[in-house]
């Protein structure tokens, strides 16, 4: 499995530098670090299409951004999933591939509801990923995600981000319920125990 991390400003991060670490000990994973890999956003194309034919299960691990993700992942997706790679014109390259977020976000729950002061859901501002998933004919399960991460401990959403990632690893994700889920958090993570 392939882990996509991007954030722009890891040293003021406590969320995702705690799953960044919980990641770097699960073995038999490729682990990415898009910022510092590309800290000029120059990208090698052939690579990291390479490296996505490599792997069957990409996982995008990033700090919600004004309702989207970081610059570097949306610059990353424009290149890498190119026309004709990734969709259209003998573009099926992906095909099959699993495709999945896991996401921290500033604003708590109930704010990500109709009624609440986001006045959308969540899912619905991920749906760009979810679309270009299925675009390219990859599986979307729901997002991992961590609500009101400016106050929340970090510790037990990095302890269910290695589960997840052991799980992926291990095809242990229980694909239905993932895939009619609206979201997963660490306590509601469906793994099929080994
Ligand atoms: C530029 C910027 C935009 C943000 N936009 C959102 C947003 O649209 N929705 C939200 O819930 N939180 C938003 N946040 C809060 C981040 O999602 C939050 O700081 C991050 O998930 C915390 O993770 P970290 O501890 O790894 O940095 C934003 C933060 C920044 C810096």
């Known amino acids: 499995m392939l882990h996509v991390f991007a954030h722009p400003g890891l040293s003021s991060s406590r969320i995702n530098k705690a799953q960044w670490r919980a990641a770097q000990s699960v073995s038999g994973i ?3 670090d898009l910022y510092a890999e590309n800290p000029r956003y120059t990208m090698d194309i052939e690579a990291e299409q390479q490296r996505l034919l490599n792997h069957d299960v990409i996982l995008l691990q990033f700090p919600l951004f004004w309702y989207s993700c970081p610059a570097l992942v949306k610059e990353w997706i424009d290149l890498v999933f190119e026309h004709g790679f990734a969709y259209g014109e003998g573009g099926d390259r992906l095909k099959g591939k699993l495709l999945m977020l896991a996401i921290s976000a ?3 729950q109930e704010a990500y509801s109709h009624k609440g002061y986001q006045h959308f ?23 991992y995600v961590q609500h009101g991460a400016l106050s929340a401990d970090p510790a037990p959403h990095a302890r269910g981000f290695s589960r997840l990632l052991e799980g992926l690893r291990d095809d242990r994700l229980d694909m239905d319920r993932a895939l009619q889920s609206e979201i997963l958090t660490h306590d509601t993570l469906p793994l099929i125990e080994s």
Request: hydrophobic share 35%; net charge positive.
């Open 106 to 108: 500033g604003g708590p």
């Open 121 to 143: 859901t969540l899912r619905t501002f991920l749906t760009p990923f979810e679309q270009t998933a299925r675009l390219c004919q990859m599986h979307f399960p729901a997002p």
């Open 30 to 32: 490729t682990s990415v």
